[in-house]
């Protein structure tokens, strides 16, 4: 009932409307028809625009959409897992699976608008580019928990274009549609390699060439676990609070 809900509404969220679907979409639909235009609308372009569209609407939604939520919900359910027999446990079960539902939803309409505009053709590929993609959401929603736990949900609002950009720029593999060797370009792809995105275009090339995806896909796994070193360290460090708390007060006892 629960994730129920929570997916109804942040379908009626015009914060997830507008980030999430009308802007990576109405994206995809213009580069499609400027590189058909151009002619240079191919099999490695057309799997670039797909991903990189998708990307944008995850970010949107995982960033912006998610962390606003988690600010603005997060105390009152703790209040209710002290209450009630809906522990905080399942509540960030729910909130995986609701994450997992959202950002397929936001790949499967690029994915139809490529099929409706004829710049992709159906492939056992895609369905591997989209499960990918929803590893890759559940990584920024991790991010976006962060995110929601201690920033307010005014400011996140208030930052919602720039931090989704942001984290869409670091997904991105910039190196992957240009020849250029310049100094930003190396620099950002250097700071990307700490980041899923630069080996998910990565899979994406070798999807194309028909290639072994096993190393590729291990350094996209094992990126996407780095995230979990910052919450063991926000966990080990609320641990050693607490326990200088209860010391402290064994102390005065």
Known sequence: MIKRLDIKDTFRNKRFILFTLIFPLAWYIMIV???RSAGILNEQNAYLWVTIASIIGIAGNSIVT???KISDTHQFYRLQAQTSHY???RWLMDQVVVQMVLNLSI??????SGLVMHAITPAVNWLILVTLLVVMGLYLSVIGFLIGIFVDGKTIA???MPLSMGFGVLMIRWDS???STSTIINMLSGVQKFFP???LFDIVQKMIQN???GLSLSKYLLSCLLIFLPLIGISGWQFWKNRVKQIDEDIKL
């Open 158 to 160: 208030a930052l919602s």
């Open 177 to 179: 549609m240009t020849s």
């Open 211 to 213: 290639k072994q995806l």
């Open 197 to 199: 995105g630069y080996y």
């Open 87 to 89: 522990s905080m446990r």
């Open 66 to 68: 998610f962390s606003k």
């Open 33 to 35: 028809n400027v590189s």
């Open 107 to 112: 790949c499967l309409v690029i994915l139809l």
